[in-house]
């Protein structure tokens, strides 16, 4: 396994690219980033017991990625921080959808 610094570097970098036009840099991203975004929507569907019971961490991600995706054709990150914090947004909006649902 790459240390983090090596990870976030390859991170930054497919953000330049993705931020320079190049589309594929976003599949490129969201494959590394993918074992980080599983963590951080485990984690945080912990938070939300009712919705824990109900939907697993995998759907969870899948439509917060959705969402993710949908921003992203307008709105392109910084930085690795930026990228992450507004994956966290998306999976807190996934998860109060469900909630709301459950």
Known sequence: MPAPELDTLMLQE????YRAGERAAMDDLLR???ARLE????HMTRTFPNVRD???TGDVLQG???????????????TT?????????????????????C
């Open 14 to 17: 497919c953000i330049d690219r």
């Open 32 to 34: 590394a980033a993918g």
């Open 39 to 42: 963590k951080l929507a485990r």
């Open 54 to 56: 109900q939907a697993d």
């Open 64 to 78: 917060s990625l959705i969402r993710l995706l949908r921003t992203l054709q307008t709105l392109r990150p910084e």
């Open 81 to 101: 921080r930026d990228f992450f914090n507004l994956a966290a947004v998306h999976i807190r909006r996934e998860l109060l959808d469900l909630a709301r649902r």
